[in-house]
């Protein structure tokens, strides 16, 4: 066939061979199947099946979406894009050498963390009434790949071979199955439980500690929370109770906050510099949550315990990249300068519902009046995602979308198929699509799709 002739030309003759293959014995199939009609359709279209298939073979299978289910930090949709200038900085160091590892001041080895280590000093240093933070010397950070490695380091460091005290209350389970008890069994400490489900004191953890316990671990608790009936003890008693018995405190946070997200309507979200002006020792948290850059995990607290953890020989296999290094810098640049327009998520939550009104009204108008597609703006409720905040909601607005004959599942289902993939969600029955998680730029995309969509289902 001389399609399949010019697509060997462009795609190479292997690819196109396998893809022949591989639709034949599709075809081999229907015949042992009985599907007739299938094979006679297929036979007719035979070189679009193999370049489809060769396509399909050949190309990315990571691929930008469209995020349209409200979900800021989705984690299985990659959790906090990243802006432009962001990727901008990442190409620039990518393409070719960098001071990674090296001192341009006197020309030596030096180390990688101190590319970000000046930034949190800075972002996290003491603050007085209406000033700027002062850098705080005596805290230093060290990123790893993620937070779950970030916990893991600090207690294989600081206490392998010897006791952890935890509330029963904070033995947290988030996705991807990641559980502290797991974790801390991994680090070869030994998990001290204390109190109950729903209500732990300071004089829990008091009465637990010997001659063995070497960490008092605090946990945010991920994904859920515990009401009625509870208690939990104020972060600042126990940095008193571990300091008098000369113990660190270690807080692992999760999504790590480096602002204060009231103003977000997000409320009860401990910040970074919450934990550490309340005299916790190392805290623990996330790059790509409420931080809103890369995926990555911090340590950050007393720099005679940072250190003793950069020491450790397995923090080589934790540690991360050129790329990532370079994409949280910015990231902590962005903070620095006051740039917050320039983290998608905090852009993300600042929106208010009646912004997204009015883009959902301009996209439902269009669709109504160019495509097959019934469209109605509905209110909503989007959510931050990632285990931050697991009771915040923020008000929105829905765009509802229907085509008739075809089912909500359906719909949904095509939508997920498009160029680029919108992922959407159903909500009584109806597919719907949240623009607070969509960029302003791919509303178009989104009006495209579902007219294509309209137009092929009728």
Same mark, same amino acid.
């Given at each position: 066939?001389?399609?399949?002739?010019?697509?060997?030309?462009?795609?190479?003759?292997?690819?196109?061979?396998?893809?022949?293959?591989?639709?034949?014995?599709?075809?081999?199939?229907?015949?042992?199947?009985?599907?007739?009609?299938?094979?006679?359709?297929?036979?007719?279209?035979?070189?679009?099946?193999?370049?489809?298939?060769?396509?399909?073979?050949?190309?990315?299978?990571?691929?930008?979406?469209?995020?349209?289910?409200?979900?800021?930090?989705?984690?299985?949709?990659?959790?906090?894009?990243?802006?432009?200038?962001?990727?901008?900085?990442?190409?620039?160091?990518?393409?070719?050498?960098?001071?990674?590892?090296?001192?341009?001041?006197?020309?030596?080895?030096?180390?990688?963390?101190?590319?970000?280590?000046?930034?949190?000093?800075?972002?996290?240093?003491?603050?007085?009434?209406?000033?700027?933070?002062?850098?705080?010397?005596?805290?230093?950070?060290?990123?790893?790949?993620?937070?779950?490695?970030?916990?893991?380091?600090?207690?294989?460091?600081?206490?392998?071979?010897?006791?952890?005290?935890?509330?029963?209350?904070?033995?947290?389970?988030?996705?991807?199955?990641?559980?502290?008890?797991?974790?801390?069994?991994?680090?070869?400490?030994?998990?001290?439980?204390?109190?109950?489900?729903?209500?732990?004191?300071?004089?829990?953890?008091?009465?637990?500690?010997?001659?063995?316990?070497?960490?008092?671990?605090?946990?945010?608790?991920?994904?859920?929370?515990?009401?009625?009936?509870?208690?939990?003890?104020?972060?600042?008693?126990?940095?008193?109770?571990?300091?008098?018995?000369?113990?660190?405190?270690?807080?692992?946070?999760?999504?790590?906050?480096?602002?204060?997200?009231?103003?977000?309507?997000?409320?009860?979200?401990?910040?970074?510099?919450?934990?550490?002006?309340?005299?916790?020792?190392?805290?623990?948290?996330?790059?790509?949550?409420?931080?809103?850059?890369?995926?990555?995990?911090?340590?950050?607290?007393?720099?005679?315990?940072?250190?003793?953890?950069?020491?450790?020989?397995?923090?080589?296999?934790?540690?991360?990249?050129?790329?990532?290094?370079?994409?949280?810098?910015?990231?902590?640049?962005?903070?620095?300068?006051?740039?917050?327009?320039?983290?998608?998520?905090?852009?993300?939550?600042?929106?208010?519902?009646?912004?997204?009104?009015?883009?959902?009204?301009?996209?439902?108008?269009?669709?109504?009046?160019?495509?097959?597609?019934?469209?109605?703006?509905?209110?909503?409720?989007?959510?931050?995602?990632?285990?931050?905040?697991?009771?915040?909601?923020?008000? =929105?607005? !829905?765009?509802?979308? *229907? /085509?008739?004959?075809?089912?909500?599942?359906?719909?949904? @289902?095509? #939508? %997920?198929?498009? +160029?680029?993939?919108?992922?959407?969600?159903?909500?009584?029955?109806? =597919?719907? !699509?949240?623009?607070? *998680? /969509?960029?302003?730029?791919?509303?178009?995309?989104?009006? @495209?799709? #579902? %007219?294509?969509? +309209?137009?092929?289902?009728?």
């Amino acid at each position: 066939m001389p399609e399949l002739v010019m697509l060997s030309a462009g795609e190479g003759r292997n690819a196109v061979l396998d893809a022949v293959r591989s639709v034949l014995q599709g075809l081999r199939e229907d015949v042992s199947g009985g599907r007739v009609d299938a094979l006679e359709q297929s036979i007719d279209h035979l070189p679009e099946l193999v370049e489809r298939r060769v396509k399909e073979d050949t190309g990315f299978s990571l691929r930008r979406v469209i995020n349209a289910t409200g979900v800021i930090l989705h984690t299985n949709l990659g959790r906090a894009p990243l802006a432009e200038p962001i990727m901008d900085r990442i190409g620039e160091v990518a393409v070719g050498y960098s001071n990674l590892e090296f001192d341009l001041a006197d020309g030596k080895r030096g180390e990688r963390d101190v590319h970000v280590d000046r930034l949190f000093q800075k972002l996290l240093g003491h603050a007085g009434e209406g000033t700027a933070a002062v850098p705080d010397a005596s805290r230093s950070t060290i990123v790893v790949n993620n937070n779950a490695a970030a916990v893991w380091l600090a207690l294989n460091t600081l206490a392998a071979g010897g006791e952890v005290i935890v509330s029963r209350g904070e033995l947290v389970e988030i996705g991807g199955s990641f559980r502290i008890p797991d974790v801390m069994m991994q680090s070869n400490a030994i998990l001290r439980e204390v109190g109950t489900t729903n209500r732990t004191r300071v004089s829990d953890y008091e009465r637990a500690i010997d001659d063995k316990t070497r960490v008092l671990l605090r946990v945010h608790r991920s994904n859920f929370e515990i009401t009625g009936f509870t208690e939990q003890p104020p972060r600042e008693e126990l940095v008193t109770l571990a300091h008098s018995r000369n113990l660190p405190l270690l807080e692992d946070l999760g999504s790590g906050a480096l602002l204060n997200l009231t103003s977000f309507g997000i409320a009860n979200e401990a910040g970074v510099a919450e934990s550490l002006r309340a005299g916790v020792d190392i805290v623990t948290y996330s790059g790509d949550k409420l931080l809103g850059g890369p995926q990555a995990g911090m340590l950050t607290g007393r720099s005679d315990l940072i250190a003793r953890m950069r020491a450790n020989s397995l923090f080589r296999a934790l540690r991360v990249d050129k790329l990532i290094y370079s994409a949280l810098e910015a990231t902590l640049l962005a903070y620095l300068r006051g740039d917050l327009d320039s983290i998608p998520i905090l852009c993300m939550m600042r929106l208010t519902k009646e912004e997204i009104r009015r883009r959902a009204d301009a996209l439902a108008e269009t669709l109504q009046a160019t495509t097959g597609v019934q469209a109605e703006v509905i209110r909503g409720e989007s959510v931050i995602g990632g285990g931050a905040a697991p009771s915040a909601v923020l008000p =929105t607005h !829905l765009l509802a979308v *229907t /085509v008739t004959g075809m089912s909500a599942d359906d719909l949904l @289902a095509r #939508l %997920r198929t498009a +160029a680029p993939p919108i992922i959407a969600r159903i909500s009584d029955e109806r =597919t719907v !699509l949240d623009l607070r *998680t /969509v960029f302003p730029e791919q509303d178009g995309a989104v009006i @495209a799709a #579902l %007219r294509e969509i +309209a137009e092929r289902h009728g």
